[in-house]
Every structure is written in structure tokens, then in C-alpha cells.
């Protein structure tokens, strides 16, 4: 269902604010087995994002990647399962806990842009994923052993650039044995084996010997409640697949605009050279309203529920659409146009108009780390480097795999500030 990012495709069939959508692939993994109702304005959005966890499920719309998170990942669970599951992880995301993670992003990052080439046009998309990947085995993980990094390197981006086809045949069992599927799996577990000897040494080392994500989900405990091996390993591997590919391609795009629009580009350095964080947020929002990294924020329903006058029977869903809603000029005057000082003064965009995280009691966990990453990889960008696109124009978007990123990898040109 990739084309459900195309605006265009969605705006021909508008009715009001609802675009009802049938589908063919009945009772496929992830896919209403009657249909989907697309909704985007605000007031929709926000009966999407308060409808009760008890009959709006959002982890069943998502079952299609369980291959990819486990079983036990908030991402596929509902109900009291997901609550439990968010109430173990979120000490790890706390602000407390972010600020204890901003010296080493701050560092991964300065390590990462030192090494850019230099004068030349080169993928920025290539590089963020690196950094990102690595921000991800060393603060969320904490990783150290230089062999299990490099390791690590190679099997992350073998499990998350999955295409369609291996992702649906993953769900057949008679698919598994046959290549492509058997290669993969076999890199599932041998990540899922990796992932559990970081656990096995974490806890080995006790309470308090280091400050990543994983030492803080250890700890976490909620009336005597902790989470398990499983699902450490459920919650790690949630992490990647919704915090690696989606931040390196979000921080590609803002690389991309960024050296096409020299003004923005000219004020973005200044906030960073005075410490302006509330300008560098609006600029890396700005950016994700413009370029969201998800297109729908879909919940299935297990009761029957009106929305838009429109009745959505029980076993269809209601998807809310980020990138409708993202260009609606009611909330966002010339939406083409980028402009960061939306996200500036008292007034910001409400969540029901800009919500690239989701919203409600499934908005993504890992939100402020993800704006707290792309924070710090931008100041360290901007104060190092001038930069100017090639003499092409703007890049299409490209579907990769859940995301849609410039189709020719964000090509840029970095020179070295002098001054």
C-alpha cells in the first residue's frame, strides 16, 4: 500500500475529509479484511487518537511486521499488553534520561560528520544511516566490543532493507525454507543471539555500571514488574526498526532542502552557532511535516464507530493521514513552503494537524529522542559545513521499505566552513 503516500492520489478522492478506501488483499497480514476509512481532519484525527485501546487497536493494522519486531514489541501489541509494555519502557525515554544520553549522540555525531567528504557530491542518506545505526548500538544499546559493532554494522541494515515481497512471504511458513526468506531468517537469529548476549552482560554488570537505553530498561520496574529476556529482546529490536531507517532518512531530506534553500540554511547556522535549540527544533519539524516519515497512523476497530458520517463497521479500521493533514492550510498557510517559524511562539501546530510521531497512548515512544538526535546531528552539520546541492534539482521521493526516501540518496556538496 506504498502509494497511499501520493497526495495527489488521496486528494482526487476526497469526500470532505474521509477517503474511503477497499481493499482487494482480504484478510492479508496488516490489511482490514473489508476496508479502510483515511480521515485527516482534526477533529477525525483526534477521535483516531482518543478512540479507547479497549476497541481502536493499532497493533493489529501493524501484524504485518511482526516478522521484523517479534510478537512481544509494543508496536503489535493492544490493550493491556501494550500498556503494560509502555509502562516498563518509558523510564528509558524520560527527560532525565535523554539528557544523560546527549554527550555521546553529541559525540557520535562530531565523529560522523568529521569524516564527510568534502567538495564533492556524495549520499547523505549513505551516511545517516551509518550514524544513526551507530548512535542506536552504542546509546541504545550499548555496545562497546568493537567486534560485535562491526558485526552489528552488517546485520541491522540486512534486516531492515526487506522488500515487500520477502516481508509478505515471511508470513508462509512454505516461503521460509526457500531463498530469499531463508537468508534472512538466518539473520534474524543471529541478531536476536547477539542482542541476548548484550543482555546476558548488562546483567551481569549490575545496576548503575552504565547509562544506555538497555541499563534503563533492566531497571525499569512497575509494582514489581520487569521485563523478561523475550521481551527486552522484543522492545530492542522495536527500537531499530522504528528509530534507524526512519531518523537517517528524515535527517536525508532535511540535508537535501537545507542545501537548497541557502537562507533558511544561513539562519538554521546562526541558532546553532548562539545555542537557538527552539530554531533547530523548528527547522528539523519543519522538515518532518514536509517529508513524514509515516503515511497513516491506522487503528483497527473490534466494534462498530462513526466517524466523519461515516460508519466503519467492526473489523475495518480508520486511518489517520499524516501527510493530508501535514499540507492542510488551515493549520499550515502555503504548505509547499518551508517555512520552520510554524513551530515557533506560543501557537504551535495542535497535535491533531502534525503528528509525524502518531498520537494518543501509541504516539512512538522514542519521539524525543528521535528530535533530540536530529538536533544535535544538524548543529554539528551546520557549523562544520557549507552546503550546496549539485546542479540537478530537487530528488523525487522513493519508497524504501516503510519509508520514502530522495530517490537519488539526498546528493549534496559539503565545504568546510572557514570561519
Known amino acids: 500500500m506504498l502509494f497511499l503516500w501520493h497526495r495527489p492520489w488521496l486528494n482526487r478522492r476526497l469526500r470532505g475529509d474521509t477517503v474511503p478506501l477497499r481493499t482487494r488483499n482480504r484478510n492479508g497480514p496488516g490489511l482490514s479484511s473489508r ?32 516478522p521484523l519486531v517479534s510478537e512481544l514489541s509494543m508496536l503489535v501489541q493492544d490493550r493491556q499488553e501494550h500498556a503494560r509494555s509502555r509502562k516498563l519502557v518509558t523510564p528509558a525515554f524520560t527527560s532525565a534520561a535523554l539528557r544523560s544520553y546527549e554527550p555521546m549522540i553529541g559525540t557520535l555525531a562530531e565523529d560522523e560528520v568529521r569524516q564527510w567528504p568534502t567538495g564533492r557530491t556524495f549520499r547523505v542518506q549513505d551516511r545517516m544511516q551509518r550514524v544513526t545505526l551507530e548512535i542506536i548500538l552504542r546509546v541504545v ?16 541494515p540486512a534486516l531492515t532493507d526487506v522488500s515487500p515481497v520477502v516481508l509478505m512471504g515471511l508470513h508462509r ?23 541476548r548476549a548484550q543482555i546476558a552482560e548488562h546483567r551481569q554488570a549490575g545496576p548503575g555500571a552504565r547509562s544506555d537505553v538497555l541499563s534503563r530498561l533492566l531497571k525499569a520496574e512497575v509494582d514489581g514488574d520487569r521485563l523478561s529476556d523475550d521481551e527486552l529482546v522484543g522492545q530492542l529490536m522495536t527500537l531499530v526498526m522504528a528509530g534507524y531507517e526512519t531518523t537517517a532518512t528524515a535527517m536525508t531530506w532535511l540535508v537535501h532542502d537545507l542545501a537548497r534553500m541557502p537562507d533558511v540554511q544561513d539562519r538554521a547556522r546562526r541558532a546553532a552557532s548562539e545555542g537557538d535549540t527552539a530554531y533547530l527544533d523548528a527547522v ?65 501546530p495542535p497535535a491533531t494537524a502534525w503528528f509525524p510521531f502518531g498520537g494518543g497512548v501509541r504516539r512512538c515512544i522514542g519521539a524525543a529522542f528521535s528530535l533530540l538526535e536530529s538536533r544535535l546531528l544538524l548543529r554539528r552539520i551546520l557549523l562544520t559545513f557549507e552546503l550546496t546541492a549539485p546542479t540537478t534539482g530537487p530528488e523525487r521521493a522513493k519508497a524504501r521499505t516503510v519509508v520514502t526516501a530522495p530517490h537519488r540518496g539526498g546528493r549534496v556538496i559539503a565545504t568546510p566552513r572557514t570561519s
Not at 544499546?141 to 541491522?156: I, N, Q, S
Not at 511458513?173 to 542482542?195: D, I, K, N
Not at 475495518?316 to 501527510?323: C, G, H, L
Not at 513551530?343 to 504551535?348: E, I, R, V, W
Open 141 to 156: 544499546f550499548g555496545v562497546t566490543d568493537p567486534a560485535r559493532l562491526t558485526r552489528l554494522h552488517a546485520l541491522v
Open 284 to 348: 528539523v519539524k519543519e522538515c518532518m511535516r514536509i517529508h513524514p516519515v509515516l503515511a497513516l497512523v491506522s487503528r483497527g476497530l473490534s466494534e462498530e464507530a462513526e466517524i466523519g458520517g461515516v460508519r466503519v463497521a467492526a473489523g475495518e479500521s480508520v486511518a489517520a493521514s499524516v501527510s493530508l493533514a501535514h499540507f492542510n492550510p488551515a493549520h499550515f498557510p502555503e504548505p509547499d513552503r518551508f517555512r520552520p517559524e510554524r513551530f515557533l511562539g506560543d501557537a504551535p
Open 35 to 66: 476496508g479502510t476509512l483515511i480521515v485527516n481532519g482534526p477533529d477525525h484525527v483526534k477521535q483516531v487518537f482518543a478512540g479507547s485501546p479497549d476497541t481502536w487497536h493499532a497493533g493489529e493494522c501493524y501484524e504485518i511486521i511482526t
Open 173 to 195: 511458513r512454505s516461503l521460509r525454507p526457500l531463498p530469499p526468506w531463508r537468508t534472512w531468517l538466518a539473520s534474524r537469529r543471529e541478531f536476536v543471539a547477539v542482542l
